[in-house]
């Protein structure tokens, strides 16, 4: 089974946002990624830069079935629909991510706490850390 974990880290908040993922399969490590997504914006846009990043790699991929797991549960229950996405900077990635969900055949969103999620969290960090030291 696959697996999507994804994490998102700001430096302040709003501040320089970093977002990282990875794509497991059977517990091993398939594929993992982390950039800066933007120089001014929040921990929560992070987040979701992070979801929508690993989530077009699973359709590149060509993986159908996905279990996605993040460590925010705001954004957990918003994209499960318990919670109504209120910021206007993050409902263009929210409509994205739900086109992008079109391409599977199952997935599921499941809340994760934070030491479940350690590796996309330092993939968040290792992006700004180094856009600080270049």
Do not use: W
Not at 14 to 22: N, Q, S
Not at 57 to 70: A, Q, R, S, T
């Amino acid at each position: 089974m696959y697996k999507l974990q994804f994490d998102g880290a700001c430096k302040k908040n709003p501040g320089i946002c970093g977002a990282g993922y990875v794509i497991y399969k059977n517990n091993e490590i398939l594929y993992r990624d982390y950039k800066i997504v933007s120089l001014n914006n929040t921990n929560n846009f992070a987040e979701y830069n992070a979801l929508l990043m690993g989530l077009k790699k699973v359709i590149e991929l060509e993986i159908k079935d996905i279990n996605i797991e993040g460590d925010s549960e705001l954004i957990i229950k918003q994209l499960n629909k318990v919670y109504d996405i209120k910021s206007s900077n993050l409902i263009p990635i929210y409509d994205e991510i739900i086109g992008e969900l079109l391409f599977l055949d199952s997935f599921n969103f499941k809340h994760i706490k934070r030491d479940k999620n350690v590796y996309a969290d330092k993939l968040a960090n290792h992006a700004l850390k180094e856009y600080y030291n270049n």
